[in-house]
């Protein structure tokens, strides 16, 4: 927490202020005596001097105090170290030196969750970024790389069991009832991927051979009552493992790999080496409790916390600027892995997605920054999706840029080179451009500038020659008002309009300037022009192309990811047109949905996501001034008319789509998708038995994903079912905090116009509570994305999620600042909103006593 005069001016950590550690610690041996209300954490430190220097030992330390400090094996009075801004600094003669030191946690009353904590009758840690300095003194940054050794002591009825990173080399029985384990990790690494857990934890055992013959023990550890959820999460890590020697070369490393679910943590799950902690909603899944999105979303996250083995633990990085080193090239790697697990078409439509609704208005607002950051505050407010999965679509780039060989080439160089080091964003394009024989000059601009580009593509056709004229832009983000022209790989095909076939193969046009013109010959029907196939470039492409063009393209293009762009395209014209005030012609999308609906070809999951709508939220990124009322207005005139003139349709696509019984399968999975599309649609017509229907899917489902569906629709309308199916599935599921959460997120979600009372009444709910990040999200992180009811005229919205935010700052300011940034969006609404919204801002920023976390939020937000 900042005191009264350092809230002014928390300080600034630039890049270019990089120095290597004065320190090495090549060993570290660390010994934990294990108590929720008062443990003991003795380290001791081989130090080495790095270089030709004079400068005393430093190690970070925050909320923690020296009980003792020995050098060497002689205990230090007071006067030969000092602590300063946490710090303990001791002057060192030598170039090599045994430190030692001791402090006291209390993990029960740490409600941060970074360091030790406490989580439901566990121990547990979590040390990314800055969190082990609040275990003990260290020198916490990512380039001092050391060996472990970590013994552990603890109540054996409390905690029977014990682990930590590496492998197990000993336990032993102790007096009083108590036991002790210890592990070694070979593998030298950075103190943020230390960890360790203590606890009353059941394990899911199995095995996985690598390629090269090593049997790798694997254990999934989570609460006795949850042990029948962790097969599909078992699966995932299995098939990952598989996964990365097959497409990446790359094996796994120690005897064990260890899982760990806990129900209280700020993030997804952490990489933490051979013992990966996960929030518990990305381990357990079982049909009963976890929709098909969530079986996926457990999968995604098991493979990238394993990938991280490779990108992130083997080679590490240097320093927190190098973040997206590691994130961008690991989420990268996990979107491939699912992409070769199910659908690879609506794979990506889902990445481009979240892409869209997370990213692109990070890079439109005050909080825009490249995906290798200059600067920071509070290094985790950089966990952003900008660093995550724009930082993914800039590895993407060079993969589409140099063909899957070549890429190849150019990680295996990467890896090779920089295995055991703590790399830089550079030696990774440094090793693509020689591995894969790339030139990326121009294209390092994508880690320098911050804005998402925007290209203007226009096509004019002449006789037989079509000419595609190009421009990019790039617009003036926070503290880089002029941009230089991006490298944009743009995959490029032209369709004959009358045959519907592809005039001729794919273009990879590979944009470097502002202005650059391309020329197809020989073509001699009109052509329609399909760009940025597969979303190549992470930009946004604005074309002459006429409604019945993308109508065209909607049917015949042979791009997945393209065709259902054109789609939504053709719905966002639509409903940008109704909403700039036009009389609506509705027509040609119910026809593109209808012969979407109709095509035997097409799978069901590609089906449910084309003929969704664009949300709330996407529709506004599109306005020069957001009209949440207005837009939701438009938005639901369409869907009622989707509704009605396809009911035939949408009863047929429900129908067909029923399955007996409950299936786990890319299928079945598809079907329940559409499923709930369609009823969706049913319901927001007038038909008389919608509710009906869809209180029959709720009580006959399964399965949750229709259970949730069938929730889902019936919390956006009036019925009288409704509260009943609230009631019923609040009273089926209050003692599962997981399913909870959707109860909670459902609600904050409804398109109703009572939403925002809704939200604030669930908010004094027994059942709410600010100490749990999922259930903080689930409410306010939800609210806060559904535009109408968070954007209400009068600011009640804002002002909620500014107290949320206020007190929820107190104890967990990491998890409070992720709830700042739809507060900093006020520019792209009307003067009364924007003036709310800064108000809200402003009353956050005023807090005495906030977190820098918050502060760095909320006050650059303002600006
Ligand atoms: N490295 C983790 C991941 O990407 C992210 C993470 C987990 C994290 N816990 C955190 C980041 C706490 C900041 C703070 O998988
Ligand atoms: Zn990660």
């Known amino acids: 927490m900042l005191d009264a005069l350092s809230a002014a001016a928390p300080s600034v950590i630039r890049r270019q202020d990089y120095r290597p550690p004065d320190w090495l610690v090549p060993e570290i041996e660390l010994d934990f005596t294990l108590d929720g209300v008062k443990s003991r954490v003795r380290a001791v430190l081989q130090v ?111 905690y029977p069991v014990l682990l930590s990173n590496g492998d197990p080399v000993g336990t032993g029985e102790l007096a009083d009832g108590r ?226 060989e070549r890429f190849r080439r150019g990680t295996d160089l990467y890896f090779e080179r920089h295995d055991g080091q703590a790399a830089t964003c550079d030696d990774f394009i440094a090793a693509m451009e020689e591995g894969a024989g790339l030139d990326l000059g121009q294209f390092r601009r994508w880690y320098e500038q911050a804005g998402t580009p925007r290209v203007t593509a226009t096509l004019t056709q002449k006789g037989s020659t079509v000419s595609l004229r190009l421009e990019q832009q790039l617009a003036a983000t926070p503290g880089q008002p002029d941009k ?135 529709i506004g990124d599109h306005m020069l001034v957001v009209d949440p009322d207005a837009i939701h207005a438009a938005r639901e005139a369409l869907r009622r008319e989707i509704a009605t003139g396809l009911m035939a349709e949408w009863r047929a696509a429900y129908a067909d789509c029923q399955a007996n019984r409950f299936e786990y399968s890319s299928k079945a999975k598809g079907a329940r998708r559409l499923r709930s599309v369609a009823l969706g649609y049913i319901a927001v017509s007038d038909a008389p038995d919608a509710a009906a229907l869809a209180f029959g899917q709720f009580e006959t489902a399964d399965n949750m994903t229709d259970r949730q569906g069938a929730l889902g629709t019936l919390a956006n309308g009036d019925s009288a079912e409704r509260l009943t199916a609230l009631g019923a599935f609040y009273d089926r599921y209050r003692d599962n905090a997981l399913v909870l959460d959707k109860w909670f997120s459902t609600q904050a979600l409804s398109l109703r116009d009572d939403t925002l009372d809704q939200v604030i009444a669930l908010s004094k709910h027994a059942d709410f509570t600010l100490a749990n990040p999922n259930r903080v999200r689930a409410l306010a992180g939800a609210f806060a994305v559904n535009q109408r009811a968070f954007h209400t005229e009068d600011g009640r919205g804002y002002a909620f999620l500014a107290d949320i935010i206020v007190a929820l700052d107190r104890i967990n300011p990491q998890t409070a600042a992720r709830l700042v940034p739809p507060l900093g969006r006020w520019r792209r609404f009307g003067e009364g909103r924007a003036a709310l919204m800064r108000q809200a801002l402003q009353r956050i920023v005023d807090t005495p006593g906030l977190s820098k976390d918050v502060y760095e939020q909320a006050s650059k937000s303002l600006v």
């Not at 030709?52 to 170290?81: F, Q």
């Not at 946690?105 to 439901?120: H, K």
């Not at 001092?144 to 109540?155: G, I, P, Q």
């Not at 969530?294 to 990938?307: I, K, P, Q, R, S």
């Open 484 to 618: 230089q022209p991006m490298v944009l790989p743009l995959r490029v095909r032209l369709f004959n309009e009358r045959s519907g076939e592809p005039l001729g193969e794919e273009r990879l046009v590979v944009m470097t300037v502002a202005e650059q013109t391309v020329v197809f010959e020989n073509v001699a029907d009109r052509a329609v022009l399909s760009i940025n196939r597969g979303f190549s470039a992470p930009v946004t492409v604005e074309t002459n192309r006429t409604p019945s063009d993308l109508a065209f393209l909607s049917a015949h293009d042979d791009d997945p990811f393209a065709r259902y762009e054109a789609m939504q395209q053709l719905m966002l014209d639509t409903l940008v047109g109704a909403i700039a005030g036009g009389t609506p012609d509705h027509a040609p999308v119910i026809a593109a949905i209808r012969n979407t609906l109709a095509d035997p070809a097409l799978d069901k999951a590609f089906v449910a996501e084309a003929v969704l709508l664009p949300s709330e939220g996407f």
């Open 48 to 158: 080495e001097r790095n270089g030709d220097h004079r400068r005393p030992l430093t190690l970070d330390g925050d909320d923690i105090t020296p009980e003792l400090v020995r050098v060497d094996g002689v205990t230090l009075g007071g006067d030969a170290w000092s602590l300063d801004d946490g710090r303990l600094v001791v002057p060192l003669p030598g170039s090599q030196h045994r430190v030692e030191t001791e402090v006291l946690l209390s993990p029960e009353l740490n409600t941060q969750l970074m360091g030790l904590y406490a989580s439901g009758g566990l121990l547990c840690t979590q040390c990314e970024a800055e969190g082990f300095r609040r275990i003990t003194f260290f020198p916490d940054r990512p380039d001092v790389l050391s060996r472990y050794t970590v013994r552990m002591e603890a109540d054996r009825a409390r």
């Open 179 to 404: 036991h002790w384990a210890q592990w070694h990790d070979p593998y030298p690494k950075p103190s943020y991927l230390f960890a360790l857990v203590a606890g009353d934890l059941e394990v899911n055992r199995s095995e996985f051979t690598t390629r090269s013959g090593r049997v790798v023990e694997l254990g999934i550890w989570v609460r006795k009552d949850d042990l029948p959820k962790t097969d599909h999460a078992m699966a995932a890590l299995k098939a990952s493992m598989a996964w990365d020697e097959q497409v990446y070369g790359r094996e796994y490393d120690l005897d064990v790999f260890n899982i760990v679910a806990v129900s209280d943590f700020n993030f997804g799950a952490m990489e933490n080496k051979g013992l990966n902690i996960f929030n518990s909603r990305y381990i357990l899944a079982d049909p009963d409790t976890a929709t098909d999105a969530d079986y996926d979303a457990v999968a995604g996250v098991v493979a990238h916390e394993y990938f991280h083995n490779w990108s992130g633990n083997r080679v590490t990085c240097r320093d927190w600027f190098q973040l997206s080193l590691k994130e961008g090239f690991t989420v990268y790697r996990d979107q491939c892995f699912s992409a070769d697990q199910g659908s690879a078409a609506v794979k990506r439509i889902e990445d481009v997605r979240m892409l869209r609704a997370a990213q692109f208005p990070e890079d439109a607002g005050p909080l825009a920054h490249p995906i290798r950051p200059d600067s920071y505050i509070e290094i985790s407010n950089f966990y952003t999706a900008t660093i995550y999965n724009k930082g993914a679509e800039v590895i993407r780039m060079m993969a589409v840029m140099a063909g899957p």
